[in-house]
């Protein structure tokens, strides 16, 4: 299996999968190469089902083109404002300003000062999962962590949110 090795000052291997597919395996500069093989060998069934969980993902979301990232980027900001005006009245919140980004490594945040911004990636997913991500930032413009109190907000408008948040995984 083809991977990528980064020797560090660490003191254990680790395997990680990026988001493009690539295989990385870290390793303390005292590995050796026949160590860091065996550990490579020893999880290749992991592996070999993450790597084509990541394959499936890239093929249903593919990186799109300008004319695609204008369409998404204009559906972000006809759908977004709607559904976080409409979640935000059944919560009791609204947030100070609402913004739409292009960021790659998660779909919406929520500032201290109660700024959410929603990455317009978000809408390649159905609705289930774009209104699983509104709630979400909603919640943080109280609980501004992940604790069973934030979850127990979430819990309260979706009920199904765990199925709701697996549609953005892979």
């Known amino acids: 299996m ?3 090795l980064i020797r560090s000052d660490r003191r254990t291997l680790a395997l990680e999968i990026t988001r ?7 390793a303390p500069h005292q590995a050796t190469q026949d160590q860091i093989d065996e550990f490579v060998t020893a999880r290749r069934e992991w592996l070999s089902s993450r790597l084509q969980r990541v394959r499936d993902h890239l093929a249903a979301h593919p990186t799109p083109d300008a004319a695609q990232t204008q369409a998404l980027r204009a559906k972000a900001l006809e759908v977004l404002p709607e559904r976080v005006r409409y979640y935000g ?10 913004t739409i980004t292009g960021a790659k490594t998660r ?3 929520c500032s201290s000062r109660g700024r959410i911004s929603f ?11 774009i209104d699983y991500v509104v709630v979400h930032e909603l919640a943080h ?6 604790g069973p109190a934030f979850y127990r ?8 949110y765990r199925q709701r948040e697996a549609l953005l995984r892979y």
Do not use: I
């Open 20 to 26: 493009e597919g690539q295989v990385l395996v870290r």
């Open 2 to 4: 083809d991977y990528k």
């Open 107 to 109: 779909f919406g945040s």
């Open 119 to 129: 990455s317009w990636l978000l809408m390649q997913y159905p609705r289930e999962a």
């Open 153 to 160: 907000l979430v819990a309260s408008v979706l009920p199904d």
């Open 141 to 146: 413009l109280v609980h501004q962590n992940h």
């Open 89 to 98: 009245s059944r919560m009791g919140l609204q947030p100070v300003s609402l």
